[in-house]
């Protein structure tokens, strides 16, 4: 605990520091509330394997860069996990002392806020890049946690958000001067341009895939989208044993504690819709695609 504080102050001293466009005035702090349907596991489940789960990951992350940076999140298709793999991986990275920002660069379809369960009248990232707000007037900071957030309140599934790359190249630039990792959640890979336009800017990028869903067909072209940035693929709901080549996986734990979820919350009828408990395995850039193409679906159901 006393590391966690050490870091805690050191990252609130940071954003004190006369230079820099974050300050700690105005980077307000919030708490999240944590709630029997929220899907952020350091927040319902610290101890548990999920969290370890998440845990194992950052791991791999810091490894391929100990220095932190600015990784994008993206996935085949939606519904495949990446937000919820953004949002947990931040804290998981906030966990260890690391100063972390988590940015929704989602523009059509943003899920932080919701998946945070947290609403403001703050500006958000759309301001911020169009110029109608500084990145402090529009950045919270998560209570007792060296973690701060960049939302968007709404966004538009119908039109493609037209953002200035220099604008953006800037808000990236010093985002990472103040954070160790910038964490972005983006829009799908495909059919969208979004990633392309944002990729250039960042150190790297996962793919978040959800084994027996995603279509086999989307994973190359995704794959070729990321090209050089991919440092890895993040399998979703993938049931593995026996195989040293993934970094965890689900277990007869995670299956107890999903029937009794579903057993706890029948009777009154609050069974969230997509609870994950998101048995997820990390695949090197090395890794075979067609051991990938294995999880995934033929068809798009």
């Known amino acids: 605990m006393s590391s966690q504080?050490?870091?805690?102050?050191?990252?609130?001293?940071?954003?004190?520091?006369?230079g820099d466009p974050i300050s700690a005035t105005t980077s307000l702090p919030i708490d999240l509330e944590s709630d029997r349907v929220s899907r952020v596991v350091f927040l319902t489940d610290p101890g548990g394997l999920a969290a370890e789960q998440y845990k194992i990951l950052r791991r791999r992350l810091c490894g391929l860069k100990s220095d932190g940076g600015i990784v994008l999140l993206t996935s085949p298709a939606p519904s495949d996990g990446k937000t919820l793999t953004s949002v947990n991986l931040a804290f998981s990275l906030a966990e260890l002392g690391h100063s972390t920002c988590l940015v929704d660069l989602d523009f059509r379809a943003p899920g932080i806020l919701?998946?945070?369960?947290?609403?403001?009248?703050?500006?958000?990232?759309?301001?911020?890049?169009?110029?109608?707000?500084?990145?402090?007037?529009?950045?919270r900071r998560v209570q007792g946690r060296p973690l701060?957030?960049?939302?968007?309140?709404?966004?538009?599934?119908?039109?493609?958000?037209?953002?200035?790359?220099?604008?953006?190249?800037?808000?990236?630039?010093?985002?990472?001067?103040?954070?160790?990792?910038?964490?972005?959640?983006l829009a799908p890979a495909i059919p969208f341009s979004d990633v392309s336009e944002v990729l250039p800017n960042v150190d790297g990028a996962l793919m978040v895939v959800r084994a027996g869903k995603?279509?086999?067909?989307?994973v190359g072209p995704s794959l070729e989208v990321l090209a050089s940035k991919l440092w890895g693929v993040v399998l979703n709901d993938a049931v593995v044993s026996g195989d040293s080549s993934y970094g965890y996986y689900r277990d007869k734990q995670v299956d107890d504690r999903r029937r009794k979820l579903k057993a706890d919350t029948r009777k009154s009828g609050e069974f969230p819709q997509n609870r994950s408990f998101h048995s997820a395995c990390f695949h090197a850039v090395r890794q075979n695609k067609s051991d990938l193409d294995s999880h995934c679906s033929e068809s798009a159901g």
């Open 114 to 139: 919701d998946t945070l369960r947290y609403r403001s009248e703050a500006p958000d990232v759309l301001d911020i890049l169009q110029g109608r707000a500084r990145i402090s007037e529009a950045i």
């Open 214 to 218: 995603t279509k086999k067909s989307l």
């Open 5 to 18: 504080r050490n870091a805690l102050s050191d990252f609130e001293a940071d954003l004190q520091s006369p």
């Open 148 to 185: 701060c957030l960049l939302g968007i309140q709404a966004g538009d599934p119908t039109s493609s958000f037209q953002f200035d790359r220099e604008r953006l190249a800037s808000f990236l630039l010093r985002l990472r001067a103040a954070f160790a990792w910038v964490i972005l959640d």
